[in-house]
């Protein structure tokens, strides 16, 4: 059955940090593009963060700088590292993967929620 598992959010302090994991299982993503979402109460989701299957990376300006998207292939995984967190990083956060050539194969996680506030 294909898989994906969000795990590592909470609840943490503006100025903190909090590192996401999604965890791949019934496909390999080494074929895949890897994205994180997010969508903040009220407002649309949003793409943040990309990973191509040849390690490119892409950032939304809202959180260039603050944020690294990574892959471990060995272990069929993708992380967010969020570093320097603010209030409006408050959101539910997705995890999103589609093949390479066949983008009919695409899959989204459950979601997770990260909260920031003192």
């Known amino acids: 059955q294909v898989q994906l598992v969000e795990s590592g959010g909470g609840l943490v302090q503006p100025g903190g940090s909090l590192r996401l994991s999604c965890a791949a299982s019934?496909?390999?993503?080494?074929?895949?593009?890897m994205s994180w979402y997010r969508q903040a109460p009220g407002k649309e989701r949003e793409l943040i963060a990309t990973?191509?299957?040849?390690?490119?990376?892409n950032y939304a300006d809202s959180v260039k700088g603050r944020f690294t998207i990574s892959r471990d292939n060995a272990k069929n995984t993708v992380y967010l590292q969020m570093n320097s967190l603010k209030p409006e990083d408050t959101a539910v956060y997705y995890c999103y993967a589609v093949r390479n050539l066949w983008t009919r194969f695409n899959y989204w996680g459950q979601g997770i929620q990260v909260t920031v506030s003192s």
């Open positions: 019934g496909f390999t993503l080494n074929n895949y593009g």
């Open positions: 990973s191509t299957s040849a390690g490119l990376t």
